[in-house]
C-alpha cells in the first residue's frame, strides 16, 4: 500500500523553495531515456503526486506513450532521497486540471501566463530508498 508519509510530503511540496527540484525520469517508447527538472511537482493525495506540465516537449511526448515514469527526489543538506515508481493520468482539462493548477506554487504558475499547461497526476505504485530498499508498495 502506498500512503506517503508526512515527512514525504512536506519535502516533496517544499522541494523548489529548498532548491531541490525533483527529477522526472520518463521513456520514449522505443525505450530512449529522458530527464527532466520539475519544479511544480507537489503530493496531490497520500498515493499520488502530482506536476503541471507547460511546455509539451519531450517528456509530454514520452509520457503519453508510455505511462510509467520514476521521480528522484534528494535533498543532500537533509541527506533525505527518495525515489517515486508510478504511473501518470494527464488531465488537460476539469476539475484534477484546475485543482492541481491552484496548487502549483507561483513561481511556476508565473511561467505559464497563459494557463495553457495540463496536470499529470502520477498515480505511484512503489517508492525506495536510494539504495533501492522498498519502502512502499500497492503489492504489500
Given at each position: 500500500?502506498?500512503d506517503?508519509?508526512q515527512?514525504m510530503?512536506d519535502?516533496?511540496?517544499?522541494?523548489?523553495?529548498?532548491?531541490?527540484?525533483?527529477?522526472l525520469?520518463?521513456a520514449?517508447?522505443?525505450?530512449?531515456?529522458?530527464?527532466g527538472f520539475?519544479?511544480?511537482m507537489m503530493?496531490y493525495?497520500?498515493s499520488?503526486?502530482?506536476?503541471?506540465?507547460?511546455?509539451?516537449?519531450?517528456?509530454?511526448?514520452?509520457?503519453?506513450?508510455?505511462?510509467?515514469?520514476?521521480i528522484l527526489?534528494?535533498n543532500?543538506?537533509?541527506?533525505?532521497?527518495?525515489?517515486?515508481?508510478?504511473?501518470?493520468?494527464?488531465h488537460t482539462?476539469?476539475?484534477v486540471?484546475?485543482?492541481?493548477?491552484?496548487r502549483?506554487?507561483?513561481?511556476?504558475l508565473?511561467?505559464?501566463?497563459?494557463?495553457?499547461?495540463?496536470?499529470?497526476?502520477?498515480r505511484?505504485?512503489?517508492?525506495?530508498?536510494m539504495?533501492?530498499?522498498?519502502?512502499?508498495?500497492?503489492?504489500?
Amino acid at each position: 500500500m502506498i500512503d506517503l508519509t508526512q515527512e514525504m510530503k512536506d519535502a516533496v511540496n517544499n522541494a523548489l523553495t529548498d532548491k531541490v527540484a525533483c527529477i522526472l525520469a520518463t521513456a520514449s517508447p522505443d525505450g530512449k531515456p529522458g530527464v527532466g527538472f520539475r519544479g511544480s511537482m507537489m503530493a496531490y493525495d497520500n498515493s499520488s503526486l502530482a506536476y503541471w506540465e507547460r511546455t509539451f516537449r519531450r517528456s509530454a511526448e514520452n509520457v503519453l506513450a508510455n505511462p510509467h515514469v520514476v521521480i528522484l527526489y534528494r535533498n543532500p543538506q537533509t541527506r533525505t532521497a527518495w525515489k517515486f515508481f508510478g504511473r501518470v493520468e494527464v488531465h488537460t482539462d476539469g476539475a484534477v486540471r484546475d485543482d492541481v493548477m491552484n496548487r502549483v506554487v507561483q513561481a511556476e504558475l508565473d511561467r505559464d501566463p497563459d494557463r495553457k499547461g495540463a496536470a499529470v497526476v502520477v498515480r505511484l505504485d512503489r517508492i525506495e530508498s536510494m539504495a533501492g530498499e522498498i519502502l512502499m508498495s500497492v503489492d504489500e
